[in-house]
């Protein structure tokens, strides 16, 4: 059994808990939150009895193995770090780190950590729908690009409207668009297509200085692929990858969970929609690489994995370097 232990009382964390109790991979074992009162009313939720409000007393404790990440962005690389100095496996919501100094010093420490795992949770390339599109591309010939759309309205852009500066939507805490949401449909066309040539975002800046929503467009050499998210907006469009007279439609570049093969003369199911808990197949995905260190194909996986959270991490730097954008950095020589 995986013991956990969280960092974050939000309602991600909450779907990551139920998820991984799911599995039957996991047991919630400590909870840090800075706030006392907080902490416990997640601990209870959630049938867990430690509670910690210092965060080196938590990252010292022996109860658990593995830490989920689920504070404001700009904390990550910090706790990333220290969590693996303690020789525990990391969850970390995305993104994991804001620019390629920040990734290279975590890799270069895991280095010295050879046991432990590190995981970010862009839980759309676990999902089935995911995988299927990629065996199906794997046949398929004349690409012609494609378009990632992931646009949720955001309830704390109400607070915006209000006169108030959300983390989410705050630059200090590497809020905005592009590191929240856009996150999901780079996952996607990185984890298909590799990475682009080059790359440019364009950004609807908003009132308190964040991206609100965006455009970014990935060139490569025989096509472009175009990534549409919004945190201020919604969106019903799905997303599509074009191949000749074929076109692969998914529900939309966050979720991944359903995918058809659309052709002139049907439209075939190619992964059903998923109806559980989003973060399962993220979860077991990961308990399968916690629980099998001896096997080299799990390994090699989980190798991947990690080349394909730099290669994010690069592209992500990129876009917000062309469209003038700059995170916090908490590095330290």
């Not at 904390?75 to 919501?93: A, P, R």
């Not at 690409?143 to 630059?171: C, I, K, M």
């Not at 439609?249 to 439209?267: H, M, Q, R, S």
């Amino acid at each position: 059994m995986i013991k956990i232990g969280t960092i974050g009382t939000n309602w991600i964390t909450q779907r990551m808990v139920e998820a991984a109790t799911a599995t039957g991979e996991y047991e919630l074992a400590a909870v840090y939150s800075r706030h006392e009162d907080t902490g416990k009313a997640f601990a209870e939720k959630n049938h867990c009895q430690q509670v910690y409000c210092s965060l080196n007393d938590f990252m010292s404790s022996d109860q658990f193995d593995t830490v989920y990440i689920a504070s404001p962005n700009v904390f990550h690389f910090v706790q990333v770090l220290e969590t693996i100095q303690h020789d525990k496996n990391v969850i970390v919501e995305k993104p994991a780190f804001m620019n390629p100094r920040q990734m290279q010093r975590v890799l270069d420490e895991l280095t010295l950590h050879p046991q432990v795992r590190l995981f970010e949770a862009a839980r759309n390339v676990h999902m089935p729908a995911f995988k299927a599109v990629q065996k199906t591309l794997a046949k398929v010939h004349q690409l012609a690009g494609a378009d990632f759309v992931f646009s949720q309205y955001s309830s704390r852009y109400d607070l915006v409207l209000a006169g108030e500066t959300p983390n989410v939507f705050n630059f200090k805490f590497a809020g905005g668009a592009l590191a929240d949401l856009g996150i999901y449909p780079l996952y996607d066309a990185i984890g298909l297509f590799g990475l682009p040539i080059k790359q440019i975002y364009y950004p609807t800046m908003i009132a308190i200085g964040a991206d609100g929503k965006g455009t970014a467009i990935l060139h490569y050499a025989d096509y472009d692929i175009t990534l549409n998210f919004s945190k201020i907006s919604s969106s019903k469009h799905k997303s599509e990858i074009y191949a000749g007279r074929d076109i692969i439609a998914i529900d939309n570049g966050g979720e991944f969970t359903e995918a058809k093969l659309i052709t002139p003369d049907e439209t075939k199911v190619i992964s059903p929609k998923y109806v559980k808990n989003p973060m399962i197949p993220e979860m077991t995905d990961f308990a399968n690489v916690l629980n099998h260190h001896d096997n080299p194909e799990i390994q090699r996986q989980y190798q991947a994995w990690l080349q394909l959270m730099q290669q994010v991490n690069e592209t992500l730097n990129n876009l917000a370097v062309s469209a003038g954008i700059h995170y916090p950095d908490q590095f330290k020589e």
